[in-house]
């Protein structure tokens, strides 16, 4: 088994965290990746005594808010963080297949 | 130098009640040791003259609050309006949040002095706070060694006694560990007890916000303050808030302890494994019952973190796109660019390593084989620790497997941020309080410190556990005796 | 001989005050920008809160939709990167939809036939966007506003099936008070999927995405499968992609081929704990519910209103909700039917306003049916009066008096315009006689026009009939 990922495997997962790599990064993070791949994989050993899952380690259920309206933002407090606005709206590069 | 800020919440409320001293004593007090000690690197941000600006306006306010006039020092992942707040990342180096988060709230309506923003693992990644994008900062007790993390810029900041009060967060430890390298006490709640909202997620099923300070007593007070039901926080506990101090002082005999015996392991250095076999020495000559125990799947907390603090993160941090704030490419070629080249620029080393790896273990058939089964393992874990406090009212072992170790070390390797954690990450799994309180020191006096796991929403027993070890030891934990 | 196989996906947005989950106002028409807060805009740090309207709506049409209600639910996250999407996840519900295994019945050439839905889910709208030129602009408004995805299974068979299907969740929606359900104004979403094949193992399917009408569906479903048909009689293969449909070319357009599985990386939400929904609350749903469109149409028909028209005033929620006021009553329901239906609905439209945002309350209504029915006002003075009933809170005979109208009842003042007419019109008389009876029609047209529409119809007919048969 290789100690590293292939460079097609490196950019796919760097595609679905939508980040670009250096060629630099790829190539040390090749490793890095499958170090850690290979890590987690010591999940699929363990035996389960229970299926029952812990999403969120509370025994709180949810309360539900009332359908009250409250305070909103100014769209000049929005924009005053906002890298690129156009007015009131928040301008990106066209969307494409919309 | 005034030596206000050696004493505790409660001498110093007494003294501003008195009007012996103004709040601006304090906050001058405290720029002056900051910056006699910038070589720390503690703080990322520094509110100088807004913490004047408060402190004056204080002279005119009523001393109603136990709090009020006391400086405190914030971790830079937990949002304030206003004030720079950068998670340590390029990606947010220039973000001025527009809210408050709660504890935020309920510290200025409790009239404490925010003096800055201090350092920390960018997001929080991290066991050693060198992932920060501003440089690690440096243990007080040797500034060549690390200050542990993520929390630590909080950690050296009250071990230095900068401000002697601070808030970091914790999702694998990263209270616990810092508090142990620096000698200090700090606690991460049971998950539920602080509110979360404004502080920038991690791992929102394991984060936790908490105390850190030099003594059980004013950690005690400062969790008083910020626990409690917050209505915009739909995982915050309902549970009525305990007064942490009620126990303080009370003696310890009779109290049943375990020691999970994986904590007492190999994977332990001798000189921390020794110096937790002498409190378990002097607990049980104290009347305390100790027993060795056994927790399921604790050996395998680890991966069940990097699962899912992995997995959780990758998600959590998507919403840094260069659209609505931070960091953002400039003149991108297209909507794609725009999110690469901004994630891609704007995150550093080990949090892209995460987000990437995170995003594999969720991707197609992955999410059900790592994450699905990581949370029933964890179930299993939870499941064993909270069946371990039917029996006993606490459980000890070491924070961290060794005292600090050398800046710089260990970089390249992304397992040993991990495995700094060993210790530590059990309790998050579980959603228990851990808390940390200095037992003595290794070789080259660097400190070492006792992990105190409670039963969930039992941190009062915990204080009563570290005030009576405080008392006991009487460690002097000044790093700077020597030279001053 | 190909068969169609269709299944559809609605979003429908939920009638609330506030968004799903932050408390800032559900309404998107306004200045943008306007109604956003730091939730919303998910704002490093913010957590979600979940709103108690949104839990009865879905839970509401869950129960109408006759699904099993999953009454300890979570929340899941749906991650992808779009710039309409504030946090790069939307919170949905994958793994405990609130609704699940239900079913709708429809009535297509005089069948019933049942369609089985696959589930009910909850979840978030995302920003809408603007496109010009190089550039789009995000609006958050519609950010985080409270939708329900309705999926049925493909049991749908034809374009008629499928229209039905939507008419009947759109029907059901809106008298529900769940939704305004306005597909032209996107507060209701339909997302089609269509394959054919000659035999029992299914096409390659293709989605197409937001149609903009009920009727659209219909058209865009028979340009689908005739390309599709075409494709294949041509030994070609359909590609699994979605598509948009182009009404004005008719035609089905290609927006991206599907990649194999599309990777959401599903996982529970963390920041939102379980939803426990206990009988209690699944009791008081189902009993807010209002009388639905089928039982009122059930209802109108047997109280003699026709068909058609039940079916036009069940369109006009408005209306149907006015007249029920009345089912309890015993004015005339059809003459007050055709009196919404028409003159007053002509009014209403006009205007642009309800009927219940008139001053025609209740009494009124009664009053003006009534009289009508016994013939002491006719048509035409309705019409005089019409403007006056909805909009000055004068009872009904002060408005007629005040217009000036007298309505001649009395027998013996008729009885002298009814002679006088009869003898200045002879031909007509004598046509009468000789079997010409549309010549009485003429006759009392004479007499109306003679007392300017005042004379009560009734009594003229009468007195009418009696004379020409001395």
Same mark, same amino acid.
């Given at each position: ?28 993070y ?15 050993e ?8 812990v ?31 156009n ?5 990106v ?6 | 130098?005034?030596?206000y800020?050696d004493?505790?919440?409660k ?11 103004k ?9 002056e040791?900051?910056?006699?000690n ?12 807004g ?23 914030i ?5 304030t ?54 440089g ?6 040797n ?13 050296v ?56 300070t ?30 942490y ?23 332990v ?9 002498e ?26 973190y ?23 490419k ?54 064993s ?5 039917e ?18 070390e ?37 400190p ?32 700077f005796?020597?030279?001053? | 001989?190909y ?50 309207a ?5 839970l ?40 699940v ?7 297509v ?14 979840e978030?709208?995302t920003?809408k ?22 999926v049925?299974?493909?049991d ?10 939507v ?5 059901l929606?809106?008298?529900a ?6 597909i032209?104004?996107g507060s209701m ?59 004005k ?10 990649e194999?599985?599309?990777d ?25 519910i209002p009388?639905l ?30 007249? *029920?006021?009345? %089912? !309890? =009553? ?8 055709? /009196?919404l239906? #028409?003159? &007053? ?8 306003k309800?009927i219940? *945002?008139?001053? %025609? !309350? =209740?009494?009124?209504?009664i009053?003006?049916?009534?009289? /009508?029915?016994? #013939?002491? &006002?006719?048509?035409?003075v ?11 809170? !004068? ?14 009842s ?20 004598n ?5 010409n ?29 009696e004379?020409l048969?001395?």
């Amino acid at each position: 088994m290789s100690d590293s990922l292939t460079r097609e495997e490196v950019l796919h997962v760097a595609r679905l965290a939508r980040i670009k790599l250096t060629e630099e990064e790829i190539e040390k993070y090749s490793h890095q990746l499958k170090t850690l791949m290979d890590d987690v994989d010591k999940i699929k050993e363990v035996k389960l005594n229970s299926e029952e899952r812990v999403i969120t380690p509370t025994e709180e259920v949810t309360v539900c808010r009332e359908d009250v309206a409250g305070e909103m933002l100014d769209p000049e407090e929005i924009m005053i963080n906002v890298p690129n606005s156009n007015g009131n709206f928040v301008e990106v590069p066209v969307m494409i297949d919309e | 130098m005034s030596k206000y800020l050696d004493l505790g919440i409660k001498e110093l409320h007494n003294k501003l009640v008195n009007k012996e001293i103004k709040p601006k004593d304090l906050v001058l007090e405290a720029f002056e040791r900051i910056e006699a000690n910038q070589d720390l690197n503690a703080f990322i941000t520094l509110d100088k003259e807004g913490a004047i600006k408060r402190a004056e306006e204080l002279e005119n306010v009523e001393s109603d609050s136990l709090y009020y006039g006391i400086p405190i020092a914030i971790k830079d992942n937990i949002v304030t309006k206003g004030l720079r707040t950068t998670c340590a990342s390029h990606i947010l180096d220039n973000f001025y949040p527009i809210y408050d988060a709660t504890i935020i709230e309920t510290i200025k309506n409790n009239n404490m002095i925010i003096i800055g923003k201090t350092n920390m693992d960018e997001f929080a990644m991290g066991s050693t706070s060198q992932t920060s994008y501003f440089g690690a900062p440096k243990n007080p007790w040797n500034k060549t060694k690390v200050s542990g993390g993520s929390s630590g810029g909080s950690a050296v900041c009250v071990s230095a006694g900068l401000v002697p009060f601070a808030l970091g967060s914790d999702t694998g430890g990263s209270i616990r560990q810092p508090s142990s390298y620096c000698g200090i006490v700090g606690m991460k709640p049971t998950y539920g007890r602080v509110s979360r909202y404004g502080l920038i997620a991690f791992g929102s099923s394991l984060d936790q916000i908490g105390p850190m300070t030099k003594t059980v007593y004013d950690n005690a007070l400062l969790l008083n303050l910020i626990s409690g039901h917050d209505d915009k926080d739909l995982t915050s506990s309902r549970k009525p808030v305990d007064d942490y101090t009620r126990l303080i002082g009370k003696p310890i005999d009779g109290l049943k302890i375990g020691v999970p015996k994986f904590f007492m392991s190999e994977i332990v250095s001798d000189e921390v494994k020794s110096k937790v076999e002498e409190i378990i020495k002097l607990l049980e000559d104290n009347g305390a019952q100790i027993e060795y125990i056994d927790i399921d799947y604790i050996e395998n907390a680890v991966t069940l973190y990097q699962i899912i603090a992995m997995g959780e993160a990758s998600s959590n941090l998507a919403r840094f796109d260069g659209i609505k704030y931070g960091f953002s490419k400039k003149d991108p070629e297209g909507i794609d660019d725009l999110y690469e080249s901004t994630r891609g620029e704007g995150f550093g080393e080990e949090v892209k390593r995460r987000i990437m790896v995170g995003s594999y273990l969720l991707s197609g058939d992955n999410a059900k084989i790592y994450y699905n089964k990581a949370l029933q393992i964890r179930n299993g874990i939870r499941e064993s620790f909270l069946k371990a406090f039917e029996k006993y009212d606490l459980i000890i072992g070491p924070n961290a497997t060794t005292t600090a170790y050398n800046l710089g070390e260990g970089l390249d390797d992304p397992l040993k941020t991990f495995l700094d954690d060993i210790l530590v990450i059990p309790v998050n799994m579980a959603g228990l309080p851990g808390m940390n309180v200095p037992i003595g020191f290794g070789k080259d006096k660097l400190p070492i410190g006792l992990q105190i796991i409670g039963d969930e929403f039992e941190e009062a027993k915990m204080y009563q556990l570290a005030s009576f070890i405080e008392e006991k030891l009487n460690l002097d934990l000044d790093p700077f005796k020597e030279v001053k | 001989m190909y068969t169609k196989t269709i299944g559809i996906e609605i979003h429908v947005e939920l009638k609330t005050n506030t968004k799903i989950y932050s408390n800032s106002i559900n309404g998107y028409g306004k200045t943008a920008n306007s109604n956003v807060n730091v939730v919303d805009l998910g704002y490093p740090g913010t957590l979600p809160t979940l709103n108690d309207a949104v839990i009865r709506t879905a839970l509401k049409a869950a129960i109408i939709l006759n699904c099993d209600i999953n009454k300890r639910m979570h929340f899941d996250r749906k991650n992808y990167f779009y710039p309409d999407l504030p946090k790069g996840y939307q919170i949905t519900q994958a793994e405990t939809p609130i609704g699940v295994n239900g079913y709708v019945d429809i009535d297509v050439n005089g069948e019933t036939k049942r369609i089985r839905i696959h589930d009910i889910h909850i979840e978030e709208d995302t920003c809408k966007s603007i496109h010009y030129k190089h550039h789009s602009f995000l609006d958050f408004n519609r950010a985080g506003v409270p939708l329900v995805e309705i999926v049925t299974e493909a049991d749908m068979h034809s374009a008629e099936e499928a229209m039905a299907y939507v008419e009947k969740l759109r029907e059901l929606f809106l008298y529900a008070d769940i939704s305004d359900c306005k597909i032209e104004e996107g507060s209701m979403r339909c997302d089609v999927n269509i394959s054919i094949s000659k035999t029992d193992e299914l096409g390659v399917r293709a989605e197409i995405k937001n149609i903009g009408s009920i009727s659209s569906v219909g058209k865009a479903i028979n340009r689908e499968a005739a390309r599709q048909e075409e494709l294949l009689e041509n030994g070609k293969e359909v590609t699994f992609a979605t598509y948009r449909y182009d009404e004005k070319k008719d035609e089905t357009i290609m927006m991206r081929v599907k990649e194999a599985g599309n990777d959401y990386r599903y996982f529970p939400e963390p920041d939102i704990p379980f939803v426990e929904l206990d009988d209690e609350i699944i009791k008081e749903v189902t009993e807010s519910i209002p009388m639905l469109a089928s039982e009122r149409r059930k209802i109108y028909v047997q109280r003699g209103i026709s068909e058609l028209n039940a079916n036009k005033i069940i369109q006009n929620r408005d209306i149907s909700d006015y007249l *029920n006021n009345f %089912l !309890d =009553t015993d004015i005339n329901l059809v003459q007050a039917s055709n /009196l919404l239906l #028409g003159d &007053i609905s002509a009014y209403l439209n006009k205007e642009e306003k309800s009927i219940f *945002n008139t001053k %025609l !309350d =209740t009494n009124k209504f009664i009053d003006v049916v009534n009289k /009508l029915d016994k #013939g002491e &006002i006719n048509s035409k003075v309705f019409k005089d009066i019409l403007v006056d009933l909805m909009e000055k809170e !004068d009872s009904v005979d002060e408005i007629i008096s005040s217009k000036g109208i007298k309505i001649i009842s009395d027998p013996e003042e008729l009885k002298k315009i009814v002679l006088t007419i009869l003898e200045n019109n002879q031909n007509s008389v004598n046509d009468y006689k000789n079997g010409n009876e549309r010549a009485i029609k003429f006759l009392m047209g004479q007499i109306m026009k003679e007392t300017k529409g005042s004379a009560n119809p009734e009594l003229v007919n009468k007195l009418l009939e009696e004379e020409l048969k001395k």
